[in-house]
DNA sequence: CGCTCGGTTCCAGTGGCCGGAACGGTGGGG
DNA sequence: CCCCACCGTTCCGGCCACTGGAACCGAGCG
């Protein structure tokens, strides 16, 4: 568990997005009361759920009197509440957040999911792609399961783990962006993009993708694409310890739920492709 | 099925807040961008995911042009994403919402609850009290089970489900304050106050709530709430025919499900409670 | 063809945002 | 004890980003 949790700080110290520098330097980007008010709710994360003043002032890169105004208007609208150890998301952003199409997404996945939970007694991820990250969308531990750095809501990069990889491999075959993608992390293992767009190739041809002890020493997942219409719209995964073999046993039952899953995904939600116009 | 859908059709269009009128009259509320970008977000319900520009700007009271403006800024910061059959929440504002304290619960209760579902075969709900209202934070559905109108995200009054009256029950015994949530919704049935006042009592004393066939016809749900640190921060429900009869053989492995999350709340958690200072 | 309705763009005026600065409170360490 | 570092809050003049009515374009439609 230490060693998990260990790994797990040391990864999402490297997943965290840049530390927000001031503004765009740009002049495209509108330094709104929004853009700050984003900078705000964006300070808190799924391991830091509590800040103080101060550490939001920190996190967020504004001024205090400015972070003072923005957290203000937050605790009004109820985006944000304050308690006497200091500020938490408030329940009015899990209402907001509950109308995303990965909630629906989630919504559907989740009965297939428990069956493959009680049959694989093993931990299970549902995650989709963004950008170069996975975000989770839904995890099903398993108690006495090795741990695993997924949290639900948060991202990891998607070339670390089996569900980024089944993902990557499906839009890689798509459209051959993968040049984008490949260009990992300074110095991180698994640098060679050669090797890694076959094994991309490889997932793809057999359907599925695996992650032996590349994130979390003792972890191994295998994760296979949930399809809709054509395309990749989730993966799902089930992570069981490194020791105890390739996990070929659970590899029928993994393919038989996504498929589940994808086949019941009404035709309106798969517009929750990937394709979002990034604007600009 | 429809009858369920149905019936739950008739309660949202009482449930949604008032037509979100122009903005507060009083002088004290801030008409600011981030008040509009609000609105806007409010738009969107789980059951109304995907909203046309038109929509949007009608259903928060906005200016086209204002809402045009909100909407691109809202895009830009990825809150919301712009497909071609309209806009949605975007992933963010999950990844926003996972940070409230209230996912870290459903997070903790997941696993007791998969196992109540288990043994139960029946629908489970997790919820919390938010003023008169009680919101969803979880749900797990069972297949051929009664449909049930509850929402993950959404929210329904307190005092006509199980989980509310669980909740009231336990919040009246701290504080005399049920006359604020007894004053009902005009004509509604369940709109006797006294009696109200003696059922909820009853809860009390017993430590379950019941709702039988008072929101969905055919519907039976009996619910404990879940105490940690001497109050209850949520209440956990299971749903059944209300021609199973009462359910008493559910009550025993439900009231041990939540005394197993209360107890495995951690202390931090806790904070969670429903007292957050409401500003002004 | 004229109408309605969805969606986009423009623009001048102004009021809301900006953030440095100053102020109280607390703790702790020399 | 004093001093300092830090947290949290408040104030205020200047400026610019937000405002929303209006005009515009295209599509469907009777």
Redesign the pocket.
């Known amino acids: 568990m230490s060693l998990g949790s260990e790994l797990f700080a040391e990864m999402s110290s490297l997943v965290v997005e840049a530390p927000h520098q001031?503004?765009d330097v740009r002049a495209g980007a509108?330094?709104?009361?929004?853009?700050?008010a984003f900078d705000v709710l964006g300070s808190f994360s799924p391991d830091r759920r509590v800040l103080?003043?101060?550490?939001?002032?920190?996190a967020s890169g504004?001024?205090?009197?400015?972070?003072?105004?923005?957290?203000?208007?937050l605790v009004e609208m109820g985006a944000v509440e304050?308690h006497t150890d200091?500020y938490r998301i408030g329940l009015r952003m899990f209402a907001v957040g509950a109308c995303s199409a990965e909630v629906a997404l989630r919504d559907i996945a989740l009965p297939a999911m428990e069956e493959l939970h009680r049959i694989a007694r093993q931990t299970l991820h549902l995650a989709v792609l963004r950008g170069p990250d996975v975000v989770y969308i839904e995890k099903l531990r398993t108690h006495q399961a090795v741990p695993t750095p997924a949290v639900v809501g948060a991202s990891l990069p998607a070339h670390w783990t089996a569900v980024g990889k089944a993902l990557l491999a499906e839009e890689r075959a798509e459209s051959a962006a993968s040049t984008e993608v490949l260009r990992s992390r300074a110095g991180r293992k698994m640098a060679d993009p050669a090797a890694f767009a076959q094994e991309l190739t490889l997932s793809r041809a057999r359907g599925y993708a695996v992650d032996r002890e590349e994130s979390v020493a003792g972890l191994a997942c295998i994760a296979v694409p949930i399809v809709a219409g054509g395309s990749a719209v989730a993966a799902l995964s089930v992570a069981f310890p490194a020791a105890a073999g390739k996990g070929e046993v659970l590899l029928n039952p993994l393919r038989a739920t996504a498929a589940r899953i994808g086949r019941s995904l009404p035709p309106a939600l798969r517009g929750s492709l990937l394709r979002e116009r990034h604007a600009r």
Chains 1, 2 share one sequence.
């Open positions: 001031p503004v509108a330094p709104s009361i929004l853009k700050k103080s003043f101060a550490e939001v002032a920190r504004l001024p205090k009197s400015t972070t003072h105004r923005v957290l203000a208007m304050q200091g």
